[in-house]
């Protein structure tokens, strides 16, 4: 299988516009469009029935001490940890793209509440549910897409793994909400073939990515 962008294109800069913030000259940090990606996949096997998509970044800190924090540096050898993006199931095996924006578009404080996709389609719980909670403004239940939004202090530009699934059947049995950890036990043996597509993401003026 093949998954491509016309957003980015593989181990590239995730444009700002994809992002849940962009850079702020004072504020460090600033909402942004929050525009999934466009998406497209082919070459998926015979007797595919559906697909899942998934959107983590490998590399969220696993200590919160210096996240985001004036005159510190979160290390570069920090041991990191995943954080969720995106969960999509249940995708038709007719829908072979989404276009940027089809499916999210702004930031939506204490999460989306309309949740737009392909019909069918399900999506589940990211990990901006646990990072806002207690926050009185931000806190609720994120599902959907919600973008790149790394410590503004990180050393190290964070990575987005796209993954398209194909699986042998038309529908996953999940719990409403859902999570990653749902997910991956539902399809579990049900996975006939896979692509990534790899975006990078920084907030932090003083990483580079070429």
Known sequence: MQLTSESFTDNTAIPGRCAFAVPHPDTHVQFADNRNPHLSWSGAPEGTQSFVLLCIDPDAPTQPDDVNQEGRTVPADLPRTRFVHWLM?????????????????????????????????????????????????????????????????????????FTIQALDVSELSLPDPFTVDDLEQAMAGHVLASADLTGLYSLNPDVRID
């Open 89 to 161: 199931a249940n995708i038709p095996a007719t829908v072979t793209s989404l276009s940027e924006g089809a499916c999210s578009q702004g930031v939506s404080p204490r999460g989306k509440t309309d949740l737009v996709g392909p019909d069918g389609a399900r999506q589940g719980v990211n990990d901006y549910s646990s990072w806002f909670e207690g926050d009185a403004d931000m806190g609720g239940t994120y599902r959907g897409y919600d973008g790149p939004c790394p410590p503004w202090n990180d050393a190290i530009a964070h990575r987005y793994v």
